[in-house]
């Protein structure tokens, strides 16, 4: 019996048992290394319908197992201002924000191009309403009337506004109706424009808000978000950090492949969505068939391609809002949608 030769082979299935116990316990701990949590920020409004897909269908988790994430945690968070989310996001609480285009831009220039936007969520006009019959155009408001806004000077219902005085009143003008806006939240707004009491008598608001407004003999329109931006444009935007898409590019690769899923979901299964929208939002002036009148309306659509982001950025930077003009669109977004039509 060579017992030298037992004995190196005996060493030799030792090795080989503790390299398979070690590569064992290896490999949970990489498929752990990126985040086991995450929160996301949204507001109200079918705007951020895609994210109450991702939210009931669990979509981002559906992605996340399939790269090999194992249970990744999502927390999804409800704010009532995007400047809340600012706060939230620069002092880590957030990883994926959402807002309007100029919030997102003032964000980006603050914080020196470290926050990028991953896609848009949808391209929607915004409507300015009135109940002020004599109101027919921007040259009509006098001091009397009072316009809300969701925030003053930042949304992009203000922003929006500032840009189409710019166009009405000439260089220069594009803060003469700054002073009519009033900060209210677009529940509140709708609720003060349809009382027909108070000062409040229009309302620069987004959907279903502005449709739901519009259904009163009463409302009138006097503008498109369209009109001024001479077409379609986005409405929310979504972002995260470059440091966070860098330490995980795994989860930032599911949100995103959620989010296009989202999207396809409401453009195939328009009354699908209409019913976890009404189910998830807890709605109650809004029908089904008023929400299936707005999601079959062509210019409301739900693509990541983003439109009209540097026509805002173009205004913010001459305005001296934002400090740095982007030169491209490209340099506001990450390269998943780079090979997309944007502007």
């Known amino acids: 019996m060579n017992v030298g030769v037992d004995q190196r082979r005996i060493r030799r299935a030792s090795y080989a048992a503790v390299s398979a116990i070690l590569l064992f316990a290896i490999q ?5 290394a990126e985040q086991a949590e995450i929160t996301i920020a949204k507001e109200f409004g079918i705007g951020y319908l895609p994210y109450m897909i991702m939210e009931h269908d669990k ?26 989310q600012q706060s939230a996001i620069i002092g880590g609480q957030l990883e994926f924000t959402s807002s309007g285009v100029p919030w997102f831009l003032l964000l980006w220039d603050k914080m020196n191009g470290v926050v990028k936007s991953v896609g848009a969520l949808d391209s929607m006009p915004l409507y300015l309403n009135t ?21 003053i000077k930042s949304s992009v219902q203000a922003m929006t506004l500032q840009m189409a005085a710019l166009k009405v009143f000439g260089p220069g003008q594009s803060n003469k109706l700054d002073t ?28 279903p808000f502005q449709d739901l407004e519009l259904k009163d003999a009463r409302i009138h329109r006097v503008l498109s978000s369209y009109e001024v931006l001479e077409g379609a444009a986005t409405f929310i935007i979504t972002a995260t950090t470059t440091k966070f898409q860098k330490a995980n590019p795994k989860t930032f690769d599911a949100f995103v492949a959620a989010l296009q899923e989202a999207q396809s979901f409401i453009n195939s299964s328009k009354r699908q969505a209409a019913e976890i929208y009404l189910g998830m939002s807890g709605d109650k002036k809004l029908s089904l068939e008023d929400l299936m009148k707005m999601l079959n309306n062509p210019d409301y659509r739900f693509t990541i391609v983003p439109e009209g982001v540097m026509k805002y950025a173009a205004h913010m930077a001459s305005n001296g809002v934002i400090k740095k003009r982007p030169g491209s669109w490209k340099e506001l977004f990450f390269s998943n949608v780079h090979d997309q039509p944007g502007s």
């Open 131 to 151: 109940r002020d019959p004599k109101v027919k155009s921007l040259k009509d408001f006098g001091q009397t009337n009072k316009i809300a806004v969701p925030a």
């Open 180 to 207: 009519l806006t009033v900060s209210l939240s677009h529940p509140d707004a709708m609720t003060a424009l349809l009382s027909g009491a108070g000062d409040i008598d229009s309302h620069y608001t987004s959907p």
């Open 28 to 32: 949970p701990a990489v498929a752990r």
């Open 59 to 84: 979509l981002i988790e559906k992605h996340a197992k399939q790269r090999g994430l194992g249970d990744l945690k999502v927390n999804w968070k409800t704010f009532g201002g995007s400047g809340f």
